[in-house]
């Protein structure tokens, strides 16, 4: 069986692409600090509790047995803290990815998946963004994904290291089986905090502007099914040999959605309406990203299967809606 090594596999989309490798037959190993991920969310291979900016621990996981590839997600997540905390963030996203990277070439490994981000782009007033777009990053978060793509290419041109940075847009929703969802400590992301609201464990949802140059004037954003973007990984890593070089590709779903929309879709979903409290714009937001998945349509055969929003939603709400391991994913 293969062994593939995710960084971060004990988090939210880490933990759904091991259930997706461990079905196409693949052997998760996963290494993670746990400082935001879940022990009991790694269930389909091992677990390494260390840190990316360890480099004996990365050592013993390459010399444990072989590894064939890695699909690197560990880091740091949060828009809004990047920008108070630049420093942690390009020392684990910058640092951290650097440490393993050459962790890697150490150990003779040279095929890797990286997660990158939506927000490496900049605003854009209409249509979709395509990889060809000019990054322009709006904070530190996406300022870090943005140096390690550029590190990916130049540490492909000059030690062969082979590379896909998935760049994903908003992902969402929760395995359609059950046995996965999104866990945050501290929760950013609009659809768990606006079912947490409706299902009355917030007093309310913080919608952040409301006079950005949309139809509705807040922000739109593209969700992708996490089941979705897990199978994503798992067809890059299989293409990954035959690129040989450093690619970059959108995940999305192509299509947008205001956080109005989405407030009002969960509130059906879940029937009940809930406040929503009106705050000013945080620094760093952008009014509009949308991906154009032309790429990864023909690079990766992507075709999302659960990236309707009523899906995205469906699934999401049934796994707020029932805890899992005895304890509420909520805690
Ligand atoms: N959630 C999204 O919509 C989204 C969008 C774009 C990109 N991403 C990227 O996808 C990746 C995964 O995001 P997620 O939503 O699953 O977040 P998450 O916080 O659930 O997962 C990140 C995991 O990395 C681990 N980690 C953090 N620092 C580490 C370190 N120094 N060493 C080892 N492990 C460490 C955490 O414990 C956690 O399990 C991140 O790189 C994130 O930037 C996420």
Known sequence: MRRILVTGGAGYIGAHICKALA??????????????????AVRWGPLHVGDILDGAALDRVFVEAPIAGVIHLAGKISVAESSERPDIYYQTNVEGSLALFRAMLRHGVRRVIFSSSAAIYGATEAGRLTEEAAPAPQNPYGRSKLFVEYMLRDMAAACGLASISLRYFNAAGADPAGELGERHNPETHLIPLAIEAALGRRPDIKLFGSDFATPDGTCIRDYVHVTDLAEAHVRA???????????????????????????????????????????????????????????????????????????????????????????????
């Open 23 to 40: 079905g196409q037959g693949y052997q998760p190993v996963v290494l993670d600090d746990l400082s935001h991920g879940h022990r009991d």
């Open 237 to 331: 890593l299989e293409i990954l040999p035959e690129t040989a070089s450093a690619e970059a590709v959108n995940i999305g779903n192509g299509q947008g959605y205001s956080v109005r929309e989405v407030l009002q879709a969960v509130a059906h979903a879940v029937g009940r309406d809930f406040p929503v409290a009106m705050m000013p714009r945080r620094s760093g937001d952008v009014a509009r990203l949308v991906a154009d998945v032309e790429k990864a349509r023909r690079l990766l055969d992507f075709q999302p299967r659960h990236s309707d929003l009523a899906t995205i939603i469906s699934t999401a709400y049934r796994w707020h809606s029932r805890g899992v391991s005895g304890y509420p994913p909520w805690a």
